[in-house]
């Protein structure tokens, strides 16, 4: 029933929007206009981009305060973050069209993020706050022709804020809230966030410095239904520090600077087994895991009269401790990324780059021991684009990259992506588009370093994703996009059940969807919005990620300074590991905030999961129940 319900919603909204084809006939449209950075990487129209590319505005942030950069990606057709739902130091899964952490590639400012010396080689997004963010775009399907490794299911690129034109400007925002199960509701606050932001320009040198601290308490990451012998609350601790500084020499050459702190700690849980079944229990345990990740670099950007030239270097120090048990991590990242961008006309140009990494780590634990030096690698990939974008709606974009790798050799990947737009009047158009792309992921130090002896050579995993999808815009207030999608995993990289070492997984895997999302803004107050994911693949590869996902929300300005926000969320039921089955939920958010002073002030709350659902997004571990925040952010 629930599935039935899921699936009618999403055609109901489908009609509701032919029914109101016809409006507003003398509207501007501009969704197709809207500016889009990471799908090409340089600034290109929506509309000449033949992928669905969905982009977080700095309107979405600003009207979701309260809400986390997890949040927000969550509402996104095709993404699923599991583990973000329940306690802040639980591990999180980034799961795009059926894909998991290594194969999506987190970018900030364009530069790759990934850590290699964890077996995931993901980023922790929890270590980037919402405040430091300008926009972020999401791009899906294979994209290492752009972005390398990793970037096999989808491309998360997260851009900060920059510098304001005046001298000084900032903004302080602080909120507390409750951090409680369904089973046992405690509504004190237990979540406290306090944030600075300061930007502004003086000369030729603009800078933006960000402080950010937030914790909670309250919850045991085990669930523990015995409520007159609660497990310990786990607690969470988070810090960051994000300095950019940015010297203007003329109009045609800029240089720039970034450093960022990022350091968290958090308790978490493991599991007592069972000898005779040998089945795992989540029970309470006193482990610790403490992180600090320093990054820092230096950019160029060029300008001439043709085009661009832009390089990104950075270096990435990255330490995580583990106690009791005493294991430790450390992953260091040297790089560059220089690409040149040029026009032959308005309708044709290229892109040309080349980036590398050099990498070490070193690790210490009761499995395995890497000395540092002892675990290095590194590669160059000379990478090759051409765009298209004609005047009578034809686009074209095809590309090409060779990963040339220290330790499997080359590896090369390409992508096919024709589009076409169509205009059927002044106020309704539409995009068609299809693509072929190839994907890989590099195995990470950590998997390399620890392989099954047996294996000569771990090679990396290669990917095929095929798609196809169209964009239409009835009129200014109601557009509809889908994208039909097929992939294909070789050589996935996966563990030895025998000896728990890394090996690749004999066999093609593959992956098959729809994703499909509405809006519809009937009035000037008032904004529907609806999105529908449906995931095919094998079950024992659809561990935790949900076949059926069904997101709606309904955004209205209450008053001119106070705007609401109500959403519905269905998540299908799925399995774990051990083959237990995860029963689907259904969360009820309400979002509020008013802005006073000329929005000077803005105070905002929540209420989420309004019904207190008791849900699992892993087994046995708590989930959050109906929780309450309120905050307030100040214009300095």
Request: glycine letters at 8%; hydrophobic letters at 35%.
């Amino acid at each position: 029933m629930k599935k039935q319900f899921v699936i009618v919603s999403a055609l109901a909204c489908f009609f509701v929007s032919k029914n109101a084809f016809s409006q507003e006939k003398n509207e501007k449209v501009e969704s197709l206009d809207e500016i889009i950075i990471t799908a090409t990487k340089f600034e290109t129209n929506k509309k000449n981009i033949g992928k669905i590319v969905y982009k977080i505005t700095q309107e979405t942030i600003q009207n979701s305060a309260g809400k986390t950069v997890l949040n927000l990606l969550n509402d996104v057709p095709g993404v699923q973050i599991n583990g973000n739902f329940s306690t802040k130091g639980q591990n999180l899964g980034y799961y795009i069209r059926g894909g998991r952490n290594r194969q999506v590639a987190i970018l900030i400012d364009g530069v790759n993020v990934n850590d290699p010396s964890s077996f995931g080689g993901d980023f922790d997004l929890r270590q980037i706050d919402i405040q430091q963010i300008e926009s972020i775009e999401v791009l899906k399907g294979a994209s290492s022709t752009l972005y390398g490794t990793g970037a096999a299911t989808g491309v998360i690129n997260i851009l900060l804020k920059k510098a304001s034109k005046k001298a000084f400007q900032g903004t302080f925002s602080t909120s507390m809230g409750s951090n409680t199960s369904s089973e046992i509701q405690n509504l004190g606050a237990e979540e406290f966030s306090t944030n600075f932001n300061f930007k502004g320009t003086l000369g030729k040198v603009d800078y933006v410095l960000a402080l950010n601290a937030n914790g909670s308490r309250g919850l045991s990451a085990a669930e523990n239904l015995d409520k007159d012998n609660p497990f310990e609350e786990d607690i969470f601790a988070k810090q960051n520090a994000l300095l950019k500084v940015n010297y203007t020499i003329n109009q045609k050459l800029k240089l720039g600077f970034f450093a960022t702190i990022d350091e968290f700690s958090t308790d978490f849980d493991g599991f007592d087994y069972d000898p005779i079944t040998f089945a795992s229990i989540p029970a309470d345990k006193n482990n610790n895991l403490s992180s600090i990740q320093k990054r820092g670099g230096f950019n160029v950007d060029y300008s001439y009269k043709n085009g661009s030239l832009k390089i990104r270097t950075f270096v990435t120090d990255i330490n995580r401790t583990e106690t009791p048990s005493n294991n430790f991590f450390n992953g260091e990242v040297l790089g560059f990324d220089m690409f040149n961008h040029y026009n032959f006309n308005k309708s044709f140009s290229i892109l040309i780059g080349i980036s590398s990494q050099y990498q070490d780590m070193k690790q210490e634990t009761s499995f395995s021991q890497i000395e540092k030096g002892a675990g290095k690698q590194h590669f160059y990939d000379p990478y090759f684009s051409v765009n298209y974008f004609s005047d009578f709606g034809f686009t074209f974009s095809a590309g090409t990259r060779l990963n040339i790798h220290s330790e499997y050799g080359e590896n090369l990947v390409f992508n096919i992506n024709p589009g076409y737009n169509f205009s059927f009047n002044k106020t309704s158009n539409a995009k068609v588009f299809a693509s072929y792309s190839t994907a890989f992921v590099a195995p990470t130090l950590s998997e390399i370093f620890t392989k099954l002896p047996s294996i000569e050579e771990l090679l990396p995993e290669e990917d095929i994703t095929i798609e196809t999808g169209f964009e239409l815009n009835f009129s200014p207030k109601i557009s509809l996009n889908a994208t039909f999608f097929y992939r294909e995993e070789t050589n996935k990289i996966g563990y030895d059940p025998m000896t728990f070492q890394t090996i690749n997984d004999v066999g093609t895997f593959f992956a098959r969807g729809i994703e499909t999302e509405i809006s519809y803004k009937p009035t000037k107050k008032v904004n529907l919005l609806a999105n529908f994911t449906h995931i095919n693949r094998a079950e024992n590869l659809l561990l935790k990620i949900p076949q059926n996902t069904f997101f709606a929300k309904v955004d209205y300005q209450l008053f001119s300074e106070t705007f609401t926000s109500f959403s519905y969320r269905f998540v299908d039921e799925t399995k774990d590991f051990g083959n237990i089955d995860l029963p689907s939920y259904n969360l009820i958010d309400f979002f509020i905030n008013h802005r006073l002073l000329n929005e000077k002030v803005t105070f905002y709350g929540s209420v989420t999961n309004i019904f207190n659902e008791n849900f699992q997004e892993i087994a046995g571990f708590t989930a959050r129940g109906r929780n309450w925040n309120l905050g307030l952010k100040i214009q300095l």
